[in-house]
Each structure stands twice: as structure tokens, then as C-alpha cells.
């Protein structure tokens, strides 16, 4: 059977602290299921953010949308992860990554690594993190026994570890672009494939949660307006190719929510993360498959 679908909005917004509970609150409203900050220089803070959006709220989890392993050690990781974990009430879920951005390891006077460098710092982290945290002699505890561990995968030997490793999944439906901090969307087909690598490597008798991050989302019966980033991003990308994009959730809402349900029968995924600026758009979909499935 299908997983029940769970959405996430990713907030990449900084601001003050009457402005961030605010939007907290509101993305509790339109019913999100978790609350997500990623790991950026010129984005907030991952755990202080975190804290003050459980505070704001009651029902959502709360997590990182990604943390980019290179900024952290897994001991100093271990005290975050637990106190945030005690602090909004067993609520984190952890979402870890290896990083993209070369200028923001340069900026924060870090190696950013070859490839293999930055996976095999990863595997540490979540190897280390996870005994530290499932020891009862480390200090703080997490309320949680397991806080969930989410890792964002594409390249094959990061799929492996995903396997072997996450208790959710997290596919961004691209890969790195040409131009260093890009990315460039991958095709149906092309997910496919990796879906395909990842299952190939998965063998554990509790399946990981899979979750897709959405690149853009909008309900409208001209959907051209707002794909035109995407598509100037793109020479050679069709509208038409663009509307069959994994990660592009635009068209009238009976076709967008179609899709979804489409796509957790096709691809397994039940959990969806849309941006921050997409967090209104995606609103009505969410409801009317919160409708459907009640």
C-alpha cells in the first residue's frame, strides 16, 4: 500500500522574529506537516530557527532541508541535533547532504573536497552521529530514540548510502549543472533511473520514506508565465517538457493534484517539500488531497 502523502515547505527567507513565527504559524494553517530550513551562508541559522518555528506552532515536525555535512563535525552535530530534538519536543527529523556550493565552503574558510572526499565525510558524520545518538551515556538526550534521518541523494555511491543509511530518502530531481552551484532537472525517465539504483541497493525490512523536492509550484490554467525562469534557464526546454518535469507541479488543480497521486504511484514518493515562495501556491493541492484521502 501507498504511504499517506506528508508535505514540507522549505523557508529560505531570514527574518525577524515576529515575521518568522508568523509565516510558521501560517504554514501550520494551510495544514504543511513539517517546517524545514536548509543549510546555506545568507539563509538562517538551521537550530535556532528550528527551535523558534516549534515554538510558533504545535502540530508540525520540524528539520533540515539540507545540512550541508562540511560544515560540521558529527560531535558538536550530536549536541545540536539532541538539544533542538529536546528543545521543540521530539519534533526534528535531521536532513543531511554533502554540499554544492564551492564559494560558500571558500567564504566559511572550509575544504570543500573532491567528490569522494565530501561522500566519505558524510558517511562519517552519519555513522558517528547516529551511535553518538543511540548512546545513553551522551549528553544532552534526544527525546526521540531515533531522530529520522533524511539524506538528499543523486550520484550512484550516494544513493548507496541513502540505502543503507536513511530513514527518508530525499531526491532532488536534478544534478549538479555546468556552472558550479547549479543545477540542471532531470527528465521522468532519467529519475526513473536512479529510483532504479537506489531500490537496487536498498535492503532493509522497513522501506525509507521517499521524498521529492518541488522546484516550482503554481494552480493556474497558464502555467508559461511562471515556468519562463525555468525555461530562459534552459535553451532547448519546451513548455511541454518543462509541465512533464518531476520537481514542476504547474497547470489547473485537478491535473496538479493528478500528477501527485501519479507520481507516488510511479516513483513511491509521499513525502513533497516546496519552496518557501511556493508555499500559497501549493496550498489548494494539499487540501484537496488531504480531502480525498480523509
Request: with cysteine.
Amino acid at each position: 500500500m501507498s504511504r499517506p502523502f506528508r508535505f514540507g515547505v522549505n523557508l529560505l527567507t531570514p527574518a525577524p522574529a515576529a515575521e518568522w513565527r508568523a509565516k510558521c504559524r501560517r504554514a501550520e494553517e494551510l495544514g504543511y506537516d513539517v517546517i524545514l530550513v536548509p543549510d546555506h551562508l545568507g539563509t538562517v541559522a538551521p537550530f535556532p530557527a528550528l527551535v523558534a518555528a516549534a515554538a510558533a506552532t504545535e502540530r508540525p515536525r520540524v528539520g533540515t532541508f539540507v545540512l550541508n555535512a562540511g560544515f560540521w563535525n558529527p560531535a558538536l552535530l550530536a549536541r545540536e541535533v539532541a538539544t533542538t530534538d529536546a528543545l521543540t519536543g521530539g519534533r526534528l527529523e535531521i536532513g543531511l547532504g554533502t554540499g554544492y556550493v564551492p564559494a560558500e565552503h571558500e567564504a566559511a574558510g572550509l575544504p570543500y573536497g573532491s567528490p569522494r572526499e565530501r561522500v566519505d565525510h558524510l558517511e562519517r558524520t552519519v555513522t558517528e552521529l547516529t551511535r553518538l545518538l543511540g548512546s545513553e551515556e551522551h549528553q544532552p538526550r534526544p527525546v526521540q530514540s531515533r531522530v529520522p534521518v533524511l539524506i538528499g541523494a543523486n550520484g550512484d555511491r550516494m544513493l548507496r548510502l541513502t540505502a543503507a543509511h536513511a530513514d527518508i530518502a530525499a531526491f532532488a530531481g536534478a544534478r549538479p549543472g555546468e556552472t558550479a552551484g547549479a543545477l540542471d532537472p532531470l527528465s521522468a525517465g532519467e529519475l526513473d533511473e536512479r529510483l532504479a539504483r537506489y531500490h537496487a541497493a536498498a535492503d532493509r525490512a522497513e522501506p525509507a520514506e521517499l521524498n521529492l523536492l518541488i522546484q516550482v509550484a503554481a494552480v493556474t490554467d497558464d502555467p508559461e508565465p511562471v515556468l519562463r525562469p525555468l525555461l530562459e534557464y534552459k535553451p532547448g526546454l519546451t513548455l511541454d517538457r518543462a509541465l512533464d518535469l518531476p520537481i514542476v507541479l504547474a497547470g489547473p488543480l485537478e491535473d496538479v493534484v493528478a500528477k501527485v497521486r501519479a507520481q507516488r504511484e510511479r516513483y513511491g514518493f509521499s513525502y513533497l517539500t516546496v519552496l518557501e515562495p511556493y508555499m500559497e501556491a501549493f496550498a489548494p493541492v494539499l487540501a484537496r488531497l488531504r480531502e480525498e484521502s480523509a
